[in-house]
Structures are given as structure tokens and as C-alpha cells.
């Protein structure tokens, strides 16, 4: 691990504008994944920002029926809170679905949204990443890729996004609460949240500079069957192969947002139209244009078995 200088913010203006201000600077708060990276040396920070003592750490209703999640809330309590389980299952199912016991216990509502992907040629520093290194090539294109992205994805990188929670969220049309470096505010639809590859991988998502997440807001709940269901290869402790995140109504339409398959919750309204046909036609217009390799073509028709189970489910 490389030297570093370190801070604790007094507040999430002064955080905002502290990151702005020093070159390499990052934000930490559960680094449950930033300090595996910075001991792999994939991340380098030159300086750290303890973001702990904000108290961004409560969920509140909201004026229009929703729900706001503070940015440090962890996932253990977001994924037990009576209110979070009661009237958005999708979210609490998803996260005891991601990760162990001890590192939800650690992991914050933020730091889930923005986790690096598991691409294992962004974690081997001796294997070209366009995302770890620009402009070095991608090791994963004619690679091992059976866990990489069937879709989104660009001749600069395929790696898919690894968050469950995310793809519970963008079901249910989350909104992203943020404080850029100059003190001003702004809100992300999630469906804006993270960034198509291109040829500048390396970003994630469309934060500028500095800018840090304060809130995720929920909108009000949506009523049906909240159902997620991973494919892994391993019954806990897995990043999903596949994984649905699905809220369907007795009538059959619904909403339904895949993980595991791109650098985003994948999900296309126009597809959901589709829902009262069956997974089969959901999933043919959902992964429309798709590029899998010969490694990872399984996961189309795994997502429409998985997504297929997931409507039988919503009839019991």
C-alpha cells in the first residue's frame, strides 16, 4: 500500500470542496472495497477523506411518500429497517443477498453504489485495464469472461457492475443526492447514475469531481410482488452470474431491472411491456443488440430462466 495523507471531514460542503481541491483524493467511509484495492495497489490515493463523521447515517420519510437513505447508513440496517422491509422488499432482499454478514455490517449505502467492478484484469495490476489504465487495452476482450458483461459493454471494456443493491434501486427508480465541490446540490436518477464504458472506462458514473453522494432517495413504494433472485456460483458470498430485480403486479405487468450482465442495472421499459408475454419476449427485447463472448453467452438464456422463475414466483 502506498503512503498517504488522510483528513476527517466536519461536513459534507467541506468534504465536497476538500476532494475538489487536492489531486488523488477519495472519499473513505466503510472501505470495505477501497482498501482491498489500495492493498493491490489498483487504487493509489494520495489523500483520504474520512466521510464517518458526517452523520448521514438516517432514514427518513419524505414529503411525497418515499423514503431518504442517508449515504452512510449501512447496509445491515437498511437491510433490517422495519420501513425498508415493509414497503421495499426488493431492496432488503437484494441486500442480504450481496456480500457477508461482517461487511454489511461495514458497507455503506453509498460506497454499495459505487463499488469497482470484480473484472479480474482490473484486480491483476500485470494485465492491460483500460478502466485501472487508460488507454492500456483490455485483457478481458479474448480473455477468460465468463462473469462479464453480454451487453453495454465497448471494444475498451466489458466489466459489469457488481452491486445487488443497485439493481434493486433502479427498479424502483432511486434518486441520487449529492454536494458538488462548489457547495451546490444536485439529484441523479439512478438511470443516470452510472456511465456506458465508451472510450473512457475509467469512469464509473457521471460524478464530477469532489462531488459526494449525501442521499439516496427512494419514491413512494410500489405495490406488487417484490422478488429478487441472484444465480451465483456459490450459495453466499458470489457476485450474481445473473440476478433479477423484479416487482410484478397480479395482472402480470410489472418492472424488472437485471444485474450481472452489464456495466449497469440493465433494465428498458420498453422491454417490461412485454411482461404479460412471458420472460422469453421480456428478455429477446431487453438483451437486443447484445455482444456476449463465447464465455458468456449462457447468461442470456440464464436471465430468461431466472427471470421466467421469477414469475412463476409472483403468481403463488
Not at 429497517?81 to 415493509?86: G, I, L, S, T
Not at 454478514?101 to 485495464?129: E, I, S, V, W
Request: glycine residues 8%.
Amino acid at each position: 500500500m502506498k503512503a498517504f495523507t488522510y483528513e476527517r471531514a466536519s461536513s459534507p460542503a467541506q468534504a465536497a470542496a476538500a476532494a475538489a481541491s487536492k489531486p488523488g483524493a477519495r472519499f473513505i467511509a466503510g472501505g470495505t472495497n477501497l482498501l482491498d484495492l489500495m492493498k493491490l495497489e489498483v487504487e493509489t490515493p494520495a489523500h483520504l477523506i474520512d466521510v464517518n463523521p458526517l452523520k448521514l447515517d438516517t432514514i427518513e420519510p419524505t414529503p411525497e411518500g418515499g423514503l431518504k437513505i442517508g449515504a452512510l447508513v449501512r447496509n445491515t440496517d437498511l437491510a433490517s429497517d422495519a420501513r425498508v422491509r415493509r414497503d421495499y422488499a426488493l431492496v432488503s432482499r437484494a441486500l442480504v443477498a450481496g456480500a457477508s454478514g461482517q461487511l454489511r455490517n461495514k458497507a455503506t449505502t453509498a460506497g454499495n453504489l459505487l463499488q469497482r467492478t470484480r473484472c479480474p484484469y482490473f484486480y491483476d495490476t500485470h494485465q492491460r485495464c483500460n478502466k485501472r489504465n487508460p488507454g492500456s487495452g483490455c485483457a478481458a476482450l479474448g480473455g477468460v469472461s465468463r462473469q462479464l458483461a453480454v451487453i453495454g459493454g465497448s471494444d475498451a471494456c466489458i466489466a459489469t457492475h457488481p452491486s445487488d443493491m443497485a439493481v434493486a434501486m433502479r427498479a424502483l427508480d432511486a434518486t441520487v443526492q449529492t454536494v458538488q465541490g462548489d457547495g451546490t446540490e444536485r439529484t441523479i436518477p439512478i438511470a443516470q447514475f452510472y456511465r456506458a464504458p465508451a472510450n473512457t472506462p475509467h469512469l464509473d458514473t457521471v460524478l464530477g469531481k469532489g462531488e459526494l453522494i449525501t442521499s439516496v432517495t427512494l419514491p413512494k413504494p410500489v405495490e406488487g410482488a417484490h422478488i429478487y433472485r441472484k444465480v451465483r456460483d456459490r450459495a453466499s458470498y458470489a457476485f450474481a452470474l445473473v440476478s433479477i430485480a423484479a416487482v410484478i403486479q397480479r395482472d402480470g405487468s410489472g418492472r424488472v431491472a437485471v444485474g450481472g450482465v452489464a456495466y449497469a442495472p440493465w433494465r428498458s421499459e420498453a422491454a417490461e411491456s412485454q411482461l404479460p408475454n412471458g420472460a422469453k419476449a421480456v428478455t429477446e427485447r431487453l438483451f437486443a443488440g447484445a455482444k456476449p463472448t463465447e464465455h458468456n453467452g449462457f447468461k442470456l438464456l440464464l436471465a430468461e430462466r431466472t427471470l421466467g422463475a421469477v414469475l412463476a414466483q409472483a403468481k403463488e
